[in-house]
């Protein structure tokens, strides 16, 4: 039996079953993807903080003590009072 050669290719690529697709573009969509995953959590990470200064905004009065006014008729009487 005489030996057999393996050819080998300027160009490597990937097989898969019907197709091959080159290393190259393989390698585009992969920094393609990767940019658009970097830039999407920087935009989430804005958007989250953002909320998150917003809700404390909005929680804020709550936190505030209940002030307890006085009646029109306690407020007559202080105002006589302090008229005399």
């Known amino acids: 039996m005489p030996p057999t050669k393996q050819q080998t290719s300027t160009n490597p690529t990937s097989n898969l079953d019907l197709f091959s697709i080159p290393q190259s573009f393989l390698l585009q969509i992969g920094t393609a993807s990767i940019l658009l995953l970097l830039i999407t959590g920087k935009t989430t990470v804005r958007a989250l903080e953002s909320i998150g200064e917003a ?6 009065g709550d936190r505030l003590p209940n002030l307890d006014f006085p009646d029109e008729h306690e407020i007559n009487q202080d105002e006589k009072i302090y008229n005399k």
Do not use: A, K
């Open 55 to 60: 809700s404390e905004e909005l929680f804020r």
